[in-house]
Protein backbone atom coordinates (compact mmCIF):
# COMPACT_ATOMS: atom_id res chain seq x y z
CA UNK A 1 0.00 0.00 0.00
CA UNK A 2 1.66 3.49 -1.20
CA UNK A 3 -0.05 7.01 -0.77
CA UNK A 4 -1.62 8.19 -3.83
CA UNK A 5 -2.31 12.17 -3.63
CA UNK A 6 -5.63 13.20 -4.59
CA UNK A 7 -4.59 16.84 -3.97
CA UNK A 8 -2.44 18.69 -2.09
CA UNK A 9 -1.57 16.92 1.74
CA UNK A 10 -4.86 14.75 0.50
CA UNK A 11 -3.83 11.26 -0.09
CA UNK A 12 -5.71 7.99 -0.55
CA UNK A 13 -4.40 4.79 1.28
CA UNK A 14 -5.85 1.77 -0.35
CA UNK A 15 -5.60 -1.59 1.05
CA UNK A 16 -6.57 -3.44 -2.51
CA UNK A 17 -8.04 -6.95 -1.81
CA UNK A 18 -7.44 -8.53 -5.08
CA UNK A 19 -8.35 -12.16 -3.84
CA UNK A 20 -11.07 -11.53 -2.01
CA UNK A 21 -13.98 -14.16 -3.43
CA UNK A 22 -16.93 -13.29 -1.19
CA UNK A 23 -17.89 -10.48 1.52
CA UNK A 24 -19.97 -11.27 3.88
CA UNK A 25 -19.57 -15.13 3.21
CA UNK A 26 -22.69 -14.10 0.56
CA UNK A 27 -21.76 -11.29 -1.78
CA UNK A 28 -19.34 -12.71 -5.06
CA UNK A 29 -16.63 -10.50 -5.62
CA UNK A 30 -15.63 -10.95 -8.97
CA UNK A 31 -13.50 -8.33 -9.30
CA UNK A 32 -11.94 -8.42 -5.61
CA UNK A 33 -12.58 -5.35 -3.33
CA UNK A 34 -10.53 -2.42 -1.74
CA UNK A 35 -11.06 -0.68 1.48
CA UNK A 36 -10.07 3.19 1.19
CA UNK A 37 -8.74 4.80 4.23
CA UNK A 38 -7.79 8.83 3.29
CA UNK A 39 -5.23 10.65 4.94
CA UNK A 40 -5.51 14.64 4.76
CA UNK A 41 -2.88 16.59 6.45
CA UNK A 42 -4.10 20.32 7.26
CA UNK A 43 -1.86 23.07 8.98
CA UNK A 44 -2.71 22.38 12.22
CA UNK A 45 -3.76 18.30 12.52
CA UNK A 46 -3.70 15.81 10.35
CA UNK A 47 -6.78 13.25 10.33
CA UNK A 48 -7.39 9.89 8.83
CA UNK A 49 -10.59 9.37 6.88
CA UNK A 50 -11.60 5.62 7.84
CA UNK A 51 -9.53 2.66 8.43
CA UNK A 52 -9.15 -0.73 6.42
CA UNK A 53 -10.63 -4.24 7.23
CA UNK A 54 -8.82 -6.01 9.93
CA UNK A 55 -6.63 -8.33 7.37
CA UNK A 56 -5.14 -5.38 6.29
CA UNK A 57 -4.57 -3.94 9.47
CA UNK A 58 -0.28 -4.60 9.37
CA UNK A 59 -0.20 -3.11 5.62
CA UNK A 60 -2.39 -0.66 6.81
CA UNK A 61 -0.05 -0.02 10.34
CA UNK A 62 3.47 -0.26 7.50
CA UNK A 63 2.12 2.53 5.26
CA UNK A 64 1.37 5.00 8.07
CA UNK A 65 4.93 4.44 9.43
CA UNK A 66 6.19 4.95 5.99
CA UNK A 67 4.40 8.36 5.40
CA UNK A 68 7.41 9.31 8.79
CA UNK A 69 4.06 11.19 10.16
CA UNK A 70 5.00 11.73 14.11
CA UNK A 71 1.39 12.40 15.00
CA UNK A 72 -2.09 11.57 13.77
CA UNK A 73 -4.77 13.72 15.77
CA UNK A 74 -7.74 12.73 14.58
CA UNK A 75 -9.81 9.41 13.09
CA UNK A 76 -12.98 9.80 11.39
CA UNK A 77 -15.42 6.78 11.51
CA UNK A 78 -17.75 7.39 9.16
CA UNK A 79 -18.96 3.69 9.69
CA UNK A 80 -18.96 1.06 12.27
CA UNK A 81 -18.53 -1.76 9.98
CA UNK A 82 -15.04 -3.58 10.28
CA UNK A 83 -13.91 -3.53 7.06
CA UNK A 84 -13.53 0.37 7.37
CA UNK A 85 -13.17 0.43 11.13
CA UNK A 86 -11.51 -2.67 12.01
CA UNK A 87 -7.45 -1.04 12.01
CA UNK A 88 -9.03 1.91 14.53
CA UNK A 89 -7.38 0.05 17.41
CA UNK A 90 -4.41 -0.17 15.51
CA UNK A 91 -4.21 3.05 14.67
CA UNK A 92 -5.06 4.77 18.51
CA UNK A 93 -2.09 2.31 19.68
CA UNK A 94 0.16 3.70 17.09
CA UNK A 95 -0.83 7.28 17.65
CA UNK A 96 -2.49 6.96 21.34
CA UNK A 97 -3.05 11.25 21.21
CA UNK A 98 -5.77 10.50 18.59
CA UNK A 99 -9.19 11.03 18.54
CA UNK A 100 -12.24 9.03 17.09
CA UNK A 101 -13.98 11.66 15.54
CA UNK A 102 -18.09 9.61 15.17
CA UNK A 103 -21.75 10.30 15.65
CA UNK A 104 -22.82 9.22 18.38
CA UNK A 105 -24.30 6.34 17.64
CA UNK A 106 -21.90 5.15 15.50
CA UNK A 107 -19.23 5.31 18.59
CA UNK A 108 -21.89 2.83 20.28
CA UNK A 109 -21.33 0.33 17.72
CA UNK A 110 -17.89 0.80 17.75
CA UNK A 111 -17.67 -0.06 21.44
CA UNK A 112 -19.58 -2.91 20.90
CA UNK A 113 -16.72 -4.04 18.66
CA UNK A 114 -13.73 -3.43 19.94
CA UNK A 115 -12.27 -2.16 23.40
CA UNK A 116 -12.43 1.72 22.93
CA UNK A 117 -11.74 4.32 25.62
CA UNK A 118 -14.72 6.72 25.98
CA UNK A 119 -11.41 9.25 26.48
CA UNK A 120 -10.09 8.80 22.99
CA UNK A 121 -14.22 9.82 21.66
CA UNK A 122 -14.76 13.03 19.93
CA UNK A 123 -18.72 13.32 18.73
CA UNK A 124 -19.55 14.37 15.60
CA UNK A 125 -22.86 16.15 14.82
CA UNK A 126 -24.27 16.65 11.56
CA UNK A 127 -23.53 19.68 9.86
CA UNK A 128 -21.04 20.02 12.35
CA UNK A 129 -16.96 21.22 11.44
CA UNK A 130 -13.78 20.40 12.79
CA UNK A 131 -11.03 22.39 11.70
CA UNK A 132 -7.59 21.06 10.71
CA UNK A 133 -6.22 24.72 10.07
CA UNK A 134 -5.83 25.13 6.49
CA UNK A 135 -8.61 22.60 6.32
CA UNK A 136 -11.93 22.42 7.50
CA UNK A 137 -14.64 18.61 7.22
CA UNK A 138 -18.23 19.32 7.30
CA UNK A 139 -20.15 16.10 8.57
CA UNK A 140 -22.87 14.69 6.71
CA UNK A 141 -25.10 12.50 8.26
CA UNK A 142 -26.11 9.87 6.09
CA UNK A 143 -28.51 7.58 8.00
CA UNK A 144 -29.16 3.53 6.62
CA UNK A 145 -26.56 3.52 3.61
CA UNK A 146 -26.65 1.09 4.56
CA UNK A 147 -26.13 0.87 8.30
CA UNK A 148 -28.04 3.20 10.60
CA UNK A 149 -25.01 5.55 11.76
CA UNK A 150 -23.81 6.15 8.16
CA UNK A 151 -22.41 9.49 7.82
CA UNK A 152 -20.15 11.16 5.33
CA UNK A 153 -17.61 13.67 5.70
CA UNK A 154 -16.70 17.17 3.47
CA UNK A 155 -13.54 18.29 2.85
CA UNK A 156 -14.77 21.76 2.10
CA UNK A 157 -11.55 23.59 0.56
CA UNK A 158 -10.99 20.76 -1.65
CA UNK A 159 -14.08 20.04 -2.49
CA UNK A 160 -13.93 16.39 -1.67
CA UNK A 161 -16.78 14.36 -0.42
CA UNK A 162 -16.12 10.97 1.64
CA UNK A 163 -19.30 8.71 1.75
CA UNK A 164 -17.35 5.66 3.01
CA UNK A 165 -19.55 2.46 1.57
CA UNK A 166 -22.68 5.04 -0.39
CA UNK A 167 -21.04 5.35 -3.93
CA UNK A 168 -18.57 2.98 -3.78
CA UNK A 169 -17.80 -0.14 -5.89
CA UNK A 170 -16.28 -3.95 -4.74
CA UNK A 171 -13.40 -3.34 -7.08
CA UNK A 172 -9.72 -3.46 -6.49
CA UNK A 173 -7.46 -1.66 -8.90
CA UNK A 174 -3.67 0.41 -8.90
CA UNK A 175 -5.75 3.62 -10.88
CA UNK A 176 -6.71 6.17 -8.64
CA UNK A 177 -9.73 6.88 -10.76
CA UNK A 178 -11.75 4.96 -12.90
CA UNK A 179 -9.81 3.24 -15.43
CA UNK A 180 -12.57 1.28 -17.21
CA UNK A 181 -15.95 2.92 -17.32
CA UNK A 182 -17.89 -0.13 -18.54
CA UNK A 183 -16.15 -2.17 -15.94
CA UNK A 184 -16.82 0.51 -13.14
CA UNK A 185 -20.63 0.50 -13.98
CA UNK A 186 -21.03 -3.06 -14.15
CA UNK A 187 -19.00 -3.36 -10.30
CA UNK A 188 -20.71 -0.24 -9.56
CA UNK A 189 -24.75 -1.29 -10.01
CA UNK A 190 -23.53 -4.78 -8.70
CA UNK A 191 -22.35 -3.13 -5.45
CA UNK A 192 -25.77 -1.45 -5.28
CA UNK A 193 -27.82 -3.69 -6.20
CA UNK A 194 -26.57 -6.18 -3.06
CA UNK A 195 -25.70 -3.47 -0.63
CA UNK A 196 -28.01 -0.37 -1.31
CA UNK A 197 -31.07 -1.26 -3.32
CA UNK A 198 -33.14 -2.21 -0.18
CA UNK A 199 -32.65 1.05 0.93
CA UNK A 200 -33.66 2.85 -2.19
CA UNK A 201 -35.42 6.17 -0.87
CA UNK A 202 -32.88 6.50 2.13
CA UNK A 203 -30.49 6.82 -0.48
CA UNK A 204 -32.03 9.27 -2.50
CA UNK A 205 -32.26 11.29 0.38
CA UNK A 206 -28.38 10.96 0.92
CA UNK A 207 -27.94 11.15 -2.61
CA UNK A 208 -29.69 14.76 -2.61
CA UNK A 209 -27.65 15.82 0.73
CA UNK A 210 -24.15 14.74 -1.66
CA UNK A 211 -25.52 16.84 -4.57
CA UNK A 212 -26.16 19.89 -2.50
CA UNK A 213 -22.41 20.06 -1.65
CA UNK A 214 -21.33 20.03 -4.97
CA UNK A 215 -18.08 18.18 -4.71
CA UNK A 216 -15.65 18.27 -7.38
CA UNK A 217 -13.90 14.53 -5.89
CA UNK A 218 -15.91 11.69 -4.26
CA UNK A 219 -13.67 9.27 -2.62
CA UNK A 220 -15.44 5.92 -1.32
CA UNK A 221 -14.28 3.80 0.79
CA UNK A 222 -14.32 1.07 -1.69
CA UNK A 223 -13.11 0.95 -5.13
CA UNK A 224 -12.10 3.84 -7.33
CA UNK A 225 -12.16 7.67 -6.70
CA UNK A 226 -14.78 9.48 -8.64
CA UNK A 227 -13.07 12.99 -10.68
CA UNK A 228 -16.70 13.01 -12.11
CA UNK A 229 -19.08 12.75 -9.81
CA UNK A 230 -21.95 13.42 -12.02
CA UNK A 231 -21.07 9.96 -13.38
CA UNK A 232 -21.83 8.03 -10.12
CA UNK A 233 -24.76 10.34 -9.38
CA UNK A 234 -26.34 10.13 -12.07
CA UNK A 235 -25.95 6.06 -12.43
CA UNK A 236 -27.35 6.05 -8.89
CA UNK A 237 -30.44 8.57 -9.58
CA UNK A 238 -31.61 5.87 -12.11
CA UNK A 239 -31.19 3.31 -9.98
CA UNK A 240 -32.47 4.63 -6.61
CA UNK A 241 -35.90 5.89 -8.85
CA UNK A 242 -39.36 4.01 -8.66
CA UNK A 243 -39.22 3.27 -11.98
CA UNK A 244 -39.05 0.05 -13.88
CA UNK A 245 -38.20 -1.28 -16.86
CA UNK A 246 -40.41 -3.50 -18.81
CA UNK A 247 -38.70 -6.74 -18.63
CA UNK A 248 -39.21 -10.36 -17.40
CA UNK A 249 -36.65 -11.74 -15.28
CA UNK A 250 -36.95 -16.10 -14.80
CA UNK A 251 -34.91 -17.74 -12.00
CA UNK A 252 -35.22 -21.28 -12.15
CA UNK A 253 -34.60 -24.50 -11.03
CA UNK A 254 -35.63 -27.68 -12.79
CA UNK A 255 -34.54 -31.27 -11.54
CA UNK A 256 -36.27 -33.63 -14.87
CA UNK A 257 -36.60 -30.84 -16.96
CA UNK A 258 -39.99 -30.60 -17.17
CA UNK A 259 -40.06 -27.24 -15.35
CA UNK A 260 -36.96 -26.11 -18.05
CA UNK A 261 -39.70 -26.73 -20.73
CA UNK A 262 -42.06 -24.55 -19.06
CA UNK A 263 -39.57 -21.95 -18.71
CA UNK A 264 -38.89 -22.14 -22.46
CA UNK A 265 -41.61 -21.69 -23.46
CA UNK A 266 -43.17 -18.98 -21.55
CA UNK A 267 -39.56 -17.18 -22.35
CA UNK A 268 -40.37 -17.78 -26.37
CA UNK A 269 -43.80 -16.20 -26.27
CA UNK A 270 -42.52 -12.98 -23.75
CA UNK A 271 -40.13 -12.74 -26.44
CA UNK A 272 -42.29 -12.79 -28.90
CA UNK A 273 -43.80 -10.28 -27.75
CA UNK A 274 -40.96 -8.20 -27.46
CA UNK A 275 -40.07 -8.15 -24.09
CA UNK A 276 -36.46 -8.45 -22.65
CA UNK A 277 -36.14 -11.42 -20.66
CA UNK A 278 -33.22 -12.75 -18.43
CA UNK A 279 -33.06 -16.31 -17.28
CA UNK A 280 -31.18 -17.27 -14.20
CA UNK A 281 -30.74 -20.77 -13.15
CA UNK A 282 -30.56 -20.92 -9.28
CA UNK A 283 -28.96 -23.60 -8.96
CA UNK A 284 -25.43 -22.13 -7.68
CA UNK A 285 -27.16 -18.59 -8.18
CA UNK A 286 -24.52 -15.90 -8.05
CA UNK A 287 -26.31 -13.27 -5.80
CA UNK A 288 -25.16 -10.52 -7.77
CA UNK A 289 -26.99 -11.49 -10.97
CA UNK A 290 -30.07 -11.95 -9.38
CA UNK A 291 -29.76 -8.53 -7.61
CA UNK A 292 -28.78 -6.47 -10.74
CA UNK A 293 -31.47 -8.10 -12.43
CA UNK A 294 -34.01 -7.04 -9.89
CA UNK A 295 -32.74 -3.34 -9.55
CA UNK A 296 -35.26 -2.40 -12.81
CA UNK A 297 -37.19 -5.35 -14.04
CA UNK A 298 -40.94 -4.94 -14.26
CA UNK A 299 -41.73 -8.54 -13.61
CA UNK A 300 -40.01 -11.62 -11.82
CA UNK A 301 -41.09 -15.29 -12.57
CA UNK A 302 -40.22 -18.04 -10.28
CA UNK A 303 -40.02 -21.45 -11.78
CA UNK A 304 -39.82 -24.74 -9.53
CA UNK A 305 -39.56 -28.08 -9.22
CA UNK A 306 -41.56 -29.34 -6.24
CA UNK A 307 -39.14 -30.74 -3.54
CA UNK A 308 -41.05 -32.12 -0.69
CA UNK A 309 -44.22 -30.39 -1.22
CA UNK A 310 -42.26 -26.86 -1.26
CA UNK A 311 -39.85 -24.82 -3.95
CA UNK A 312 -36.83 -26.42 -4.76
CA UNK A 313 -34.52 -25.19 -1.78
CA UNK A 314 -32.47 -23.04 -5.09
CA UNK A 315 -35.25 -21.28 -5.85
CA UNK A 316 -36.43 -20.66 -2.02
CA UNK A 317 -33.15 -19.33 -1.37
CA UNK A 318 -33.30 -16.76 -4.51
CA UNK A 319 -36.97 -15.63 -2.97
CA UNK A 320 -35.28 -15.17 0.30
CA UNK A 321 -32.48 -13.18 -1.25
CA UNK A 322 -34.91 -11.28 -3.61
CA UNK A 323 -37.75 -10.43 -0.51
CA UNK A 324 -34.51 -8.98 1.41
CA UNK A 325 -33.66 -6.57 -1.24
CA UNK A 326 -37.38 -5.13 -1.56
CA UNK A 327 -37.04 -4.98 -5.21
CA UNK A 328 -39.34 -2.69 -7.38
CA UNK A 329 -41.19 -5.44 -9.79
CA UNK A 330 -44.35 -4.64 -10.18
CA UNK A 331 -45.21 -7.75 -11.23
CA UNK A 332 -44.77 -11.60 -10.23
CA UNK A 333 -45.61 -15.18 -11.20
CA UNK A 334 -45.03 -18.59 -10.45
CA UNK A 335 -44.57 -21.83 -12.61
CA UNK A 336 -43.73 -25.30 -12.23
CA UNK A 337 -44.02 -28.78 -12.17
CA UNK A 338 -44.57 -31.56 -9.45
CA UNK A 339 -45.12 -35.08 -9.33
CA UNK A 340 -48.10 -35.64 -6.53
CA UNK A 341 -49.58 -32.18 -5.25
CA UNK A 342 -47.55 -28.81 -4.33
CA UNK A 343 -46.95 -26.01 -1.77
CA UNK A 344 -45.41 -24.37 -3.59
CA UNK A 345 -47.00 -21.43 -4.84
CA UNK A 346 -48.19 -20.66 -1.28
CA UNK A 347 -44.88 -21.32 0.31
CA UNK A 348 -43.03 -19.26 -2.40
CA UNK A 349 -45.82 -16.29 -1.65
CA UNK A 350 -44.72 -16.51 2.31
CA UNK A 351 -41.41 -15.55 1.51
CA UNK A 352 -41.99 -13.00 -0.90
CA UNK A 353 -43.74 -10.29 1.91
CA UNK A 354 -41.66 -7.90 0.60
CA UNK A 355 -42.93 -7.50 -3.42
CA UNK A 356 -45.57 -4.95 -3.47
CA UNK A 357 -46.57 -6.35 -6.77
CA UNK A 358 -49.37 -7.71 -8.18
CA UNK A 359 -48.83 -12.08 -8.41
CA UNK A 360 -50.03 -13.66 -11.45
CA UNK A 361 -52.66 -17.10 -10.91
CA UNK A 362 -49.87 -19.61 -10.68
CA UNK A 363 -48.66 -22.15 -14.04
CA UNK A 364 -48.59 -25.19 -12.67
CA UNK A 365 -48.37 -29.19 -14.44
CA UNK A 366 -48.18 -32.83 -12.93
CA UNK A 367 -45.46 -34.27 -14.82
CA UNK A 368 -43.80 -33.43 -17.94
CA UNK A 369 -45.94 -30.56 -19.15
CA UNK A 370 -48.57 -30.92 -21.76
CA UNK A 371 -50.74 -28.90 -24.22
CA UNK A 372 -53.16 -27.34 -21.46
CA UNK A 373 -49.57 -26.11 -19.61
CA UNK A 374 -48.50 -24.82 -22.73
CA UNK A 375 -51.48 -23.17 -23.32
CA UNK A 376 -51.59 -21.66 -19.97
CA UNK A 377 -48.21 -20.63 -20.33
CA UNK A 378 -49.46 -18.61 -23.25
CA UNK A 379 -52.54 -17.08 -21.36
CA UNK A 380 -49.32 -15.54 -18.64
CA UNK A 381 -47.10 -14.36 -21.04
CA UNK A 382 -50.15 -12.40 -22.66
CA UNK A 383 -51.09 -11.44 -19.03
CA UNK A 384 -47.45 -10.78 -18.33
CA UNK A 385 -47.25 -8.29 -21.95
CA UNK A 386 -50.57 -6.64 -21.33
CA UNK A 387 -49.61 -5.59 -17.61
CA UNK A 388 -46.04 -4.21 -18.79
CA UNK A 389 -48.01 -2.27 -21.68
CA UNK A 390 -50.20 -0.68 -19.51
CA UNK A 391 -47.61 0.10 -16.91
CA UNK A 392 -45.47 1.62 -20.05
CA UNK A 393 -48.53 3.89 -20.90
CA UNK A 394 -48.76 5.31 -17.63
CA UNK A 395 -45.47 5.73 -16.95
FE1 LIG B 1 -17.83 -1.47 3.48
FE2 LIG B 1 -20.66 -1.42 5.33
O1 LIG B 1 -18.88 -1.65 5.00
Known amino acids: MIPVKIKDNVFSL ?9 FDELVPLPDGTSYNAYLIKGSDKTTLVD ?9 FV ?3 KATGLETIDYVVANHAELDHAGSIPAV ?3 FPKAKVVANARCWRMLCDQMPLDRGSFL ?9 LGDKTLKFVFMPWVHWPETMGVFLKEDRIFFPCDFLGAHLAASELTVADEAQFEVAAKRY ?12 RSALARVEELEPAIIAPSHGPVHAKPSVIIDLYRRWTSEEVKPGVMIVYASMYHSTTAMVERLTDR ?4 GLPVQVINAVGLDSGVLSMALVDASTVVFASSTVLTGPHPSVAYAAILANALAPKARFV ?9 TTMPDSLREMLREFKAEFFEPVLTKGAPNAETFAALDALAESIAAANAALAKSA
Not at 14 to 22: E, F, H, Q
Not at 270 to 273: D, G, Q, V
Open 51 to 59: TVYPPKTAE
Open 62 to 64: AAL
Open 333 to 341: AMIGSYGWG
Open 270 to 273: LMEK
Open 192 to 203: YAEIMAPYRVLC
Open 123 to 131: EAKDGGELS
Open 92 to 94: LEL
Open 14 to 22: RANDWDRKL
